[in-house]
């Protein structure tokens, strides 16, 4: 039983262990900072402002507004607000094999913000009975729907992964198999 640890260790599999340990490290920091921060901010908002209450940061442009949304996007599925909360936790639980399969730095970034984004709404929509959003932008005239922090993350990380997948991600080539490979799949019968 020795030996085989031995051969372990000599193929560097504690050294590959001990770096995933530290590359999971940081991203799980990130998944942390943004997720305080997406946590953080709705606690702000919902402390100090009134329900409704708007605060012109750039006029007729960028507003802080108290909001509050019990669906998804744009306000969607509002009447079902709790599947929506246990179908993020899922979904980012899932999220997680992509990331450890997937070890290249956009995939796992984009995983990363996903993975907060969802959990920020997830614990105001499991907790709370709806999320906080405040972020307010009219642009060119368009209101368009307030957010928050947790929704930049899951569009942003969505964007990255798209963008990774349409313009950078090369699939894994394929090894052809060796003559060999053929004869022993077949019995040793030539074609």
């Known amino acids: 039983m020795k030996r085989q640890a031995n051969a372990f ?3 560097g599999y504690m050294k590959l262990k001990t770096k995933f340990r530290y590359k999971s490290l940081w991203w799980f920091m990130v998944t942390a900072v943004t997720l305080a921060a997406d946590r953080l901010s709705k606690h702000y908002i919902s402390s100090k402002m009134e329900l409704g209450e708007s605060i012109e940061v750039i006029k007729d442009f960028f507003y802080i507004t108290h909001h509050t949304n019990t669906g998804a996007a744009w306000g969607i599925f509002g009447n079902i607000t709790m599947l929506l909360g246990i179908m993020s936790v899922i979904v980012a639980a899932g999220l997680v094999y992509f990331f450890i399969k997937y070890d290249m730095w956009p995939v ?3 995983i990363t913000m996903i993975i907060s984004g969802a959990i920020g709404n997830a614990i105001g929509r499991i907790f709370n009975g709806r999320v906080t959003d405040f ?5 060119f005239g368009y209101d368009f729907p ?6 930049i993350m899951v569009t942003l990380g969505t964007a990255v992964l ?3 997948i349409i313009f950078f991600y090369k699939e894994p080539e394929k090894k052809i198999s060796a ?6 799949k077949t019995g040793g019968v030539n074609e």
């Open 162 to 164: 798209v963008v990774y």
């Open 135 to 139: 972020l307010d932008f009219y642009i």
């Open 146 to 151: 307030i957010f928050n922090v947790a929704d």
């Open 9 to 11: 260790e000599s193929k």
């Open 179 to 184: 003559p060999e490979d053929a004869k022993e």
């Open 108 to 110: 796992r970034l984009s």
